[in-house]
């Protein structure tokens, strides 16, 4: 303004630069399109003024954004942990009865978990009639389905564990794979007491920590386990078929979409309800023999096969099951036979404990990270599991899981034992509690709920391997004055180093070793998520401005070209002779060429006052005599009778 002026839009710009809306105002525009300021000048007006608009608005959010702590879950602490037995011990490629202690040749009388494959068998049928009973009975034959729970519980020695199941319809609405998996009995164990351990620690953490104190009062903590932490995965498809009692021809079973090969499929099966699925031929038995099992024929007779390799390549146990007599009518001299193929592997997954106030509010979770699933599978629709996501049957088989194990017949016959007291076995008491549906699509629901029995009994008895393995060594510890032994909780929220030490035996050299990363939730501050990231972004970019703008105004003795106060500049242009140039904008202005028009401040002559002069705003190409405004020279007189 004291030098060739400015557009009269960029009058009171110092003034307006704070508020966002005058980025789309007339005022800013007007100054854009003047004709009279260079390219170059322009487009720094348009950066510097659109930069500041944008920053004085978000600077006070910003700043909120920062100030305000998150409740979240922070560091504290992580060690590595060691398991007594190795991973063949614990994650074989063969189970076999050498993997069975001898006392499971009956189903346990109690409920408590113990190394056999049936242990806890309970849970399972427990699942199926909360399934049954979540649905009023005069609903079940509508919709032919049942809600189960999201998991079942199962124990360990010293921990709760979840079981997952699913059903994937995929492929064909009369073939339904199902998946089961649970954490292993002996991670899940050493995942729990490491998070007990740990809060034991809390009660000996000093004040110079800079933890605080007392962390016991807010140990809401989360305790994730990683390292060679697998767990098993079981998969199979069960379907349903009308077998002539004297047909010879050998029995084929349905082909495991998710694992087998397509390609090796050489047999057509052809369903209850008349629709034909690829099998695979076990020429071992005839379809003819299955139908005469041994067993009470009021019950559902389950009987193992060991499927032979490479044949069954990327599965490795069939399974027949006969319901009882009558309960789905058969042409004479036959019976409808539910032909099952099943798979299994140990796939790594993230676990996951919380304790609270010194004890566990909740079971051993898991979590499959995306990064552990890839799909050769062109036919699957399945969708991997993100980061965020905790769907633990989001995988892909063969390709997840990573170690493919094979099941034998011998081990698999401890799936399903007698169970004292009852006549019974194990599958016929859980499948009796399923959702019976009747009709045309009874035969396709029997074949998939006993599909998903059948993996979740493979998966729990999977989880028992290895149950007597437990935890090695001690905590880092330190003595007190009256002899007693306390964890080192200092140690262990620094997250300096290892709590528990490796042994020096000979036989622990190849001990699984685990990690487990324990996390403490309270309010903090952090840059983890964009927002405060954003925020200080803004912040910085704001002091560089200020700070760039305040060395200049030091150095040039300048701060502005641009009028400071809105009352200064209303008396400066009531003091300023009117114009001809603004006429008919007393009542606002409408044209945006107004505001391009070239504003200066000029020193004007007061003849009656000798050499005094005064300042008066021009506004366009004036060319009233008037000279330029000199730094540090009194002005204030006016023109007398004007």
């Known amino acids: 303004m004291l030098g060739k002026g400015l557009p009269l839009g960029a009058l009171a710009s110092g003034l307006q ?29 348009l950066l510097l003024i659109t930069l500041c608009s944008v920053l004085a608005t978000l600077s006070g959010p910003s700043s909120a954004v920062l100030l305000v702590p998150r409740l979240d879950y922070w560091p504290a602490g992580k060690t590595d942990i060691w398991i007594n037995a190795t991973i063949d011990d614990l994650y074989p490629n063969r189970l076999d009865s050498t993997f069975v202690p001898d006392e499971c040749s009956l189903a346990p009388e109690l409920s408590l978990s113990n190394a056999c494959p049936s242990s806890e068998w309970e849970q399972i049928r427990e699942y199926f009639a909360l399934g049954r009973q979540n649905i009023p009975q005069v609903y079940q034959q509508t919709y032919n389905e049942a809600l189960y729970p999201n998991y079942l519980w199962l124990s360990g020695k010293n921990s709760q564990r979840q079981q997952y199941a699913a059903e994937d319809q995929i492929y064909d609405p009369h073939i339904v794979p199902q998946f089961a998996t649970t954490q292993m009995v002996a991670t899940a164990d050493a995942l729990t007491t490491t998070g007990g351990l740990w809060f034991l620690g809390l009660n000996n953490v000093s004040m110079r920590s800079g933890h605080g104190s007392p962390l016991s009062d807010q140990s809401d903590a989360l305790h994730t386990l990683g390292g060679e932490s697998y767990q098993g995965f079981s998969t199979g498809i069960c379907v349903s078929e009308i077998i002539d009692d004297n047909d010879t021809q050998p029995v084929a079973f349905p082909l495991l979409y998710d694992s087998n090969d397509p390609t090796i499929a050489n047999a057509n099966i052809t369903l209850v309800d008349g629709f034909s699925v690829p099998g695979i031929v076990y020429p071992e038995i005839s379809r003819g023999e299955i139908t005469t099992l041994s067993g009470n024929t009021s019950q559902y007779r389950l009987r193992w096969f060991e499927l032979p390799q490479p044949l069954f390549n990327g599965s490795s146990l069939g399974a027949v099951i006969l319901p009882p007599v009558n309960e789905f009518p058969a042409p004479n001299s036959s019976e409808m036979v539910v032909l099952c193929n099943l798979a299994a592997g140990w796939g790594t997954t993230m676990q996951h404990v919380h304790t609270s106030d010194g004890d566990d509010d909740s079971s051993v979770s898991s979590r499959v990270t995306a990064g552990n699933q890839e799909s050769n599978n062109v036919n699957s629709t399945v969708t991997p599991a993100t980061e965020d996501d905790n769907n633990i049957l989001s995988y892909y088989f063969p390709t997840y899981p990573q170690r493919p194990t094979n099941l034998t017949e011998d081990w698999a016959r401890h799936l399903n034992p007698p169970v004292p007291n009852t006549n019974s076995n194990v599958f016929d008491l859980i499948i009796r509690d399923r959702v019976v549906v009747t009709g045309p699509e009874g035969t396709v629901a029997f074949a998939a709920s006993a599909g998903r029995a059948l993996a979740l009994m493979i998966s729990n008895g999977m989880a028992r391997v290895g149950f007597n393995s437990t935890l090695q060594g001690l905590p880092r510890s330190l003595p007190s004055h009256d002899n007693s032994t306390w964890i080192d909780g200092d140690y262990w929220l620094s997250g300096k180093g290892n709590v528990f030490a490796k042994s020096e035996s000979p036989q622990s050299r190849d001990w699984i070793q685990l990690e487990v990363v324990s996390s403490l939730q309270g309010y903090a501050y952090n840059t983890r998520t964009i927002p405060p990231r954003l925020a200080i972004a803004v912040l910085t970019l704001y002091c560089i401005i200020a700070l760039g703008h305040t060395c200049y105004a030091g150095i040039t003795g300048i701060s502005a070209t641009c009028w400071d106060s809105i009352i200064e500049l209303a008396v400066l242009a009531i003091n300023s002779t009117p114009t001809t140039t603004l006429r008919n904008t007393c009542a606002g202005i409408k044209e945006l060429h107004i505001f391009q028009l070239p504003v200066r401040v000029l020193a004007m002559y007061d003849p009656q006052n000798g050499d005094g002069q005064h300042l008066e705003l ?6 009233r005599d008037g000279g330029a405004v000199k730094p540090n020279r009194k002005y204030g007189t006016i023109p007398q009778g004007s």
């Open 17 to 45: 630069v704070s508020q966002i809306a005058y980025l789309w105002s007339m005022e800013f525009w007007g100054v854009i399109r003047s004709p009279r300021l260079p390219l170059r000048r322009k487009f720094t007006l």
């Open 618 to 623: 021009v506004i366009g190409d004036d060319e």
